[in-house]
């Protein structure tokens, strides 16, 4: 029996544990909360309080560029810088006590060996660091070693043998497009070209280690967190690099055979208007930007500005007949020299009589005073308008350094420029815009935007392709066939017909030779030439365009013939286009 007086302190016990047994549960209860429920939250606030946190940054690669095939134009890879610590080595190597196991004579041989350098000169610049400061804790070893050779040296086991890794960027082909893909700084930010224009998906996006370390220096358990880093997203262009080696090698030749200062050859498939090759000479090998002069880091495709010459009567032609002003039986009087009533005074390149010209024997002579005549049917905003719309005066794909040409509205042409305007003279282009107006002419019309990207593969693997290029009807189906049969003519019945014949293909071309310009006016005796043109003529598939700036061994636009004739060749090879099957209609008659 329980009396009152032993009631009291068992109850007083009773309730004594249970209070502690509370605490003792909230302690608990606040113990989960903090190490299980809020855990993420507790450790993110010791890591930005006080200095409780490290943290470290974990870096991405940046994405890789290749051509249509995939075939890679630039990578990133890791490399290693080594280094020695030639005060450790000394005090290993006096310790007579604890030896090394391998000596510093036999060490440094096994590393000259790997290296494959003077076992000499690796003592001596360990000796002369120790002469210099007793307690130097480095001497560079060498730079950019592959993961092979660093391997070869960990495996050594020297403790006085560091290697720090570092990510480079490396172009397997060399000079193969690398005007086109461009170059990254020492921070890995592109500068020009591609690594410039892509760099958002290039790019990669660091991650982030973060953890807590005990007073021993130690890890935290369960303090660490990771952020992993996404690597940069692989560039696919519409350049094919093989195509593209053997017209950097041709463009070269040809050249420095024509003893050009540069020149370059653009060629653009008709039916998508992408760029299948941007070759140029000189060129440049991003491995090595110091081999090449620093005008030779861009590129002259997008970037060199020139006036077309004859190669833009063409589309004066096509605005001609496009407009109604002509057809292929208007004549117009020419004669090889001409004043016009506003004073204007236009020149043939060669001596004739007056000749009642059809626009196609304009174009096989490559009369200047007949397209004067024949530019002018229509009015000077018109031929503006119509300049405009085939792409000139304006960026194609806005590639990093574009020149946009210069084309004058027409309000502000004055009277000589009315007339020079119909033959190419007063006005610059760039490569891709003769190409591009080439590529609507051969495509029944239809002008489609240049591009050079066929996609970004992001480093999660989401593929990004850009938006559709813009189409447009420029000028009317009937008004392309017409310009494309003269082209067709000017191949076969122009001076250099045997030179440029490419064997079972009808091929339609024109050629430009204008005089280089400068502040004053004209250059005596400096030319551009350039040859454009498109095939097969009865199903067009790719223009060709080849340009040389400042030939001197030959200054007429012959200069470019044999070029344009084996960059066509190729083209129509690699692609394995078809022969022409439809024969040639009759020739046209250049003459009422």
């Known amino acids: 029996m329980t009396t009152r007086a032993t009631r009291g302190p068992r109850r007083r016990t009773v309730v004594a544990l249970a209070v502690i047994l509370a605490v003792l549960s909230a302690f608990v209860v606040r113990l989960v909360d903090i190490q299980v429920v809020s855990a993420n939250e507790h450790v993110e606030d010791s890591l930005t309080v006080g200095q409780l946190g490290s943290t ?90 592959s993961t092979e050779k660093y391997l070869e040296l960990r495996d050594l086991g020297l403790v006085y043998l560091h290697a720090d890794p570092r990510e480079t960027r490396v172009y397997p082909n060399g000079a193969v497009a690398g005007n086109i893909v461009g170059y990254v700084d020492a921070a890995g930010q592109g500068q020009a070209g591609i690594e410039q224009l892509e760099s958002q998906c290039l790019a990669p996006t660091d991650g982030e280690r973060t953890y807590l370390r005990g007073k021993d220096g130690n890890i935290i358990p369960g303090s660490e967190r990771i952020v992993d880093a ?18 950097q090698q041709m463009i070269s030749e040809e050249t420095q055979r024509m003893a050009a200062t540069s020149g370059t050859v653009t060629v653009v498939e008709v039916k998508t208007g992408k760029i299948r090759a941007a070759a140029e000479w000189p060129s440049l090998d991003p491995n090595d930007l110091n081999a090449s002069s620093p005008e030779d880091w861009g590129t002259r495709v997008f ?37 016009f009533s506003n004073g204007a005074v236009v020149n043939d390149p060669f001596r004739h009589d007056t000749y009642q010209y059809k626009l196609a024997g304009a174009l096989i002579d490559s009369s200047n005073v007949a397209l004067s005549k024949f530019g002018t049917l229509i009015d000077a905003q018109t031929r503006y308008e119509y300049i405009k719309k085939f792409g000139f005066g304006s960026e194609t794909i ?106 079972g293909y009808r091929v ?48 007429s636009s012959a200069a470019t013939a044999s070029a344009f004739q084996k960059a066509m060749t190729q083209v129509l090879k690699t692609y394995r286009v078809s022969p022409s099957t439809v024969p040639m209609d009759e020739l046209l008659p250049k003459f009422n």
């Open 56 to 145: 470290s940054t974990l870096y991405g690669d940046r994405g890789s560029i290749i051509d249509q095939n995939g075939i890679t134009l630039a990578s990133s890879v890791k490399v290693y810088d080594a280094q020695l610590s030639p005060s450790l080595i000394m005090q290993l190597e006096s310790d007579p006590e604890n030896p090394p196991k391998v000596s510093w004579d036999e060490a440094s041989a096994q590393i000259a060996e790997i290296l494959g350098t003077d076992v000499d000169e690796v003592r001596a610049g360990v000796a002369a660091k120790l002469e210099d400061d007793p307690h130097s804790q480095y001497y560079e070893l060498a730079k950019g070693l």
């Open 230 to 247: 996404e690597n940069g997203g692989a560039v696919q262009l519409t350049i094919n690099s093989d195509l593209q080696w053997y017209l």
């Open 303 to 339: 970037g060199a500005w020139f006036e077309p010459g004859s190669t833009f009567k063409a589309i004066t032609a096509a605005a001609v007949l496009d407009a109604g002003a002509a057809d292929m039986n208007t004549t117009v009087s020419a004669n090889d020299h001409e004043e």
């Open 398 to 503: 806005g590639f990093p350094r574009e020149n946009p040409g210069l084309v004058h509205p027409a309000d502000q042409w004055d009277g000589q420029t009315l007339y020079t305007t119909t033959f190419g003279q007063a006005l610059t282009v760039t490569a891709p815009q003769v190409a591009g107006a080439y590529q609507a002419i051969a495509n029944g019309g239809e002008k489609i935007d240049l591009s050079l990207i066929e996609s970004c593969t992001r480093g999660d693997g989401t593929v990004v392709t850009p938006d559709a290029p813009e189409h447009e009807q420029v000028i009317s189906e009937q008004a392309a066939s017409e310009v494309t049969r003269i082209l067709e003519n000017v191949t076969v019945q122009g001076g250099l017909s045997e030179q440029i014949e490419v064997p």
């Open 508 to 555: 339609a071309t024109k050629t430009g030779t204008a005089q280089k310009a400068d502040a004053g006016g004209y250059i005596a005796g400096l030319y551009s030439t350039s040859m454009v043109g498109f095939a097969p003529v009865d199903d067009p598939q790719y223009v060709v365009l080849v340009t040389l700036d400042e030939p001197t061994k030959v200054v």
